[in-house]
């Protein structure tokens, strides 16, 4: 019934905004337009479309304002004033009371605001679909903003995960490609990331990790959390300074260079993904600042971690053999990892695939940002893969929304900018570090502790075998299982051993093997 009711509720909100209008105006129907304006007589449609969006958005809650918040970024796909309006959701939702906050903050802060800090304003600065932000002085005069969660959020972002449950159940009954889209597994994705946000101390733990991972970086400049004044619905962070990277026009009155600022971009996402297997999966750009003090000057200011993305070892070798693969045009290794991985069907020929995605991506190289789109490839990608029965990795949706965020930025920033000349070498980078010594050094010391009891056991291990197969025993059957089992203990030291072993002769192999053919004249 719940559901329902939900359903009846966006209903209602898209025609008392409009919103059918809009899209039949698109399909160029004006007599099905005026047959509905007729028909929905009562509602009021002189606003300008984009504002009627963002409104509607605005009313059905933080699911739909965070879609808002993806569209704002495509503006290749996008007409420019319905983008113009929905980059307003970025930070600009209708905050609430003040009143609302003093009360959130004394619950879970145990305090008034008075008493925690030497001075708190009331009126917000910033306003998003999950929290709103208010500036305040520590009793040390740090500066500090308090991000406060909107009240009812639970509920809220239950009643429409529930719908998207539903109506993914329904997509998966009626639609046989349904299978390999996991509808379902996405929409549960989705669920876990915005039930995460509800967790301000789970965001907070975020920022944590995202500053202790580019401590010391010329790139990105991540705040401080202060622990004490933290909770699950208040937390307190270092306020930081800078200008809104969609300000372009401000960004260079002050001098700023955009297209270095794309291209540090670019490698900031990558050394997330790639390096720590930790990204910031919510970089539109209300959530980033450019820094403009001199010390720190033109570096980028990350804001609001409530979403962030984790890959496993899996994951970033999968990635970066592909990404390589596709900047050297190397499509037949794209096939073919995507079949070792077991993404693609073991019965998949390898030559069709490879020609399926040599059509996709062939004619984007040796082109800047502004001549194509992410979001059209990805398109064309996702035909290919129904062609051939791949099936969508639900733990890489967070990525390929935050793979469109990074193009909408770059887009703005530098339309010039050429991903594949600024991406390769870095990724050509961390894949010659994978295989270094130092890689592998770093990585022998990470297991040691895990493999290292069972070194001095090996002895008694061997001799507590031998005494068992010498011995004779009553039981035929009671022997063999014994053995068997010592066997399997030995077997699995053994092969910890060799493991390790074969690894390392692998690894000097393969560097010898690289080393020589880079002295080949091909």
């Known amino acids: 019934m719940m559901k329902l009711l939900r359903l009846f509720n966006i209903l209602r909100v898209a025609i008392r905004y409009g919103l059918d209008e809009i899209l039949i105006s698109r399909l160029?129907?004006?007599?099905?337009?005026?047959?509905?304006?007729?028909?929905?007589?009562?509602?009021?449609?002189?606003?300008?479309?984009?504002?009627?969006?963002?409104?509607?958005?605005?009313?059905?809650?933080?699911?739909?304002?965070?879609?808002?918040?993806?569209?704002?970024?495509?503006?290749?796909?996008?007409?420019?004033?319905?983008?113009?309006?929905?980059?307003?959701?970025?930070?600009?939702?209708?905050?609430?009371?003040?009143?609302?906050?003093?009360?959130?903050?004394?619950?879970?802060?145990?305090?008034?605001?008075t008493a925690l800090f030497a001075h708190f304003e009331r009126t917000p600065v910033a306003s998003a679909s999950i929290a709103q932000v208010h500036f305040a002085t520590l009793k040390n005069g740090t500066e500090v903003a308090v991000k406060v969660l909107r009240p009812g959020m639970k509920r809220w972002i239950d009643k429409d995960m529930a719908l998207l449950y539903a109506v993914a159940g329904w997509v998966e009954k009626i639609w046989k490609d349904s299978r390999r889209l996991r509808p379902r597994e996405v929409v549960a994705e989705f669920d876990k990331y915005l039930n995460d946000e509800l967790d301000l101390m789970r965001e907070a733990s975020?920022?944590?990790?995202?500053?202790?991972?580019?401590?010391?970086?010329?790139?990105?400049?991540?705040?401080?959390?202060?622990?004490?004044?933290?909770?699950?619905?208040?937390?307190?962070i270092e306020r930081m300074h800078g200008i809104p990277v969609s300000h372009i026009d401000r960004l260079i009155e002050e001098g700023v260079d955009l297209k270095k600022l794309a291209r540090e971009g670019v490698e900031i996402f990558l050394t997330q993904v790639f390096r720590d297997g930790f990204f910031h999966a919510d970089m539109h750009p209300g959530n980033i600042l450019v820094s403009i003090d001199?010390?720190?000057?033109?570096?980028?200011?990350?804001?609001?971690?409530?979403?962030?993305?984790?890959?496993?070892?899996?994951?970033?070798?999968?990635?970066?053999?592909?990404?390589?693969?596709?900047?050297?045009?190397?499509?037949?290794?794209?096939?073919?990892?995507?079949?070792?991985?077991?993404?693609a069907p073991k019965e998949t020929r390898v030559e069709e695939l490879e020609a399926a995605v040599r059509a996709c991506c062939e004619p984007i190289f040796d082109r800047p940002l502004k001549d194509f789109s992410f979001g059209q490839v990805l398109m064309r990608l996702f035909q290919t893969s129904r062609r051939f029965n791949i099936e969508i990795q639900p733990q890489l949706v967070l990525l390929q929304k935050t793979m469109l965020n990074i193009e909408g930025l770059g887009r703005q920033l530098d339309p010039d900018l050429d991903l594949w000349k600024t991406a390769k070498p870095l990724l050509e980078k961390w894949m010659g570090e994978q295989l270094s010594w130092r890689s592998m050094l770093d990585q022998f010391k990470k297991e040691a502790p895990r493999y290292g009891h069972i070194f001095p056991q090996l002895p008694r291990l061997v001799h507590q075998a031998l005494i068992s197969v010498s011995q004779p025993k009553k039981d035929e059957a009671e022997l063999l299982r014994r053995l068997a089992?010592?066997?399997?203990?030995?077997?699995?030291?053994?092969?910890?051993?060799?493991?390790?072993?074969?690894?390392?002769?692998?690894?000097?192999?393969?560097?010898?093997?690289?080393?020589?053919?880079?002295?080949?004249?091909?």
């Open 28 to 113: 160029a129907m004006p007599y099905a337009t005026r047959f509905l304006n007729g028909l929905f007589f009562w509602r009021d449609i002189s606003a300008p479309r984009g504002v009627r969006l963002r409104r509607a958005l605005e009313d059905l809650g933080p699911v739909f304002v965070k879609f808002g918040q993806v569209l704002s970024t495509r503006r290749d796909v996008m007409a420019p004033d319905i983008a113009d309006e929905l980059a307003k959701l970025q930070d600009r939702v209708p905050p609430f009371d003040p009143d609302i906050s003093i009360a959130q903050i004394t619950k879970f802060l145990g305090k008034h605001p």
């Open 206 to 236: 975020n920022a944590s990790q995202l500053r202790r991972n580019f401590i010391g970086s010329e790139h990105l400049m991540v705040p401080e959390v202060f622990w004490d004044y933290c909770s699950t619905n208040v937390i307190v």
């Open 294 to 343: 001199p010390a720190t000057f033109g570096r980028y200011i990350a804001l609001d971690f409530g979403i962030v993305g984790t890959l496993n070892e899996f994951d970033k070798d999968y990635l970066a053999q592909n990404f390589l693969a596709f900047f050297r045009r190397d499509y037949r290794r794209v096939a073919e990892a995507h079949i070792e991985s077991g993404w």
């Open 485 to 522: 089992a010592e066997q399997a203990r030995i077997n699995r030291t053994l092969n910890v051993i060799l493991f390790f072993g074969c690894g390392v002769l692998a690894g000097i192999l393969l560097i010898k093997l690289l080393s020589g053919l880079r002295t080949l004249p091909f």
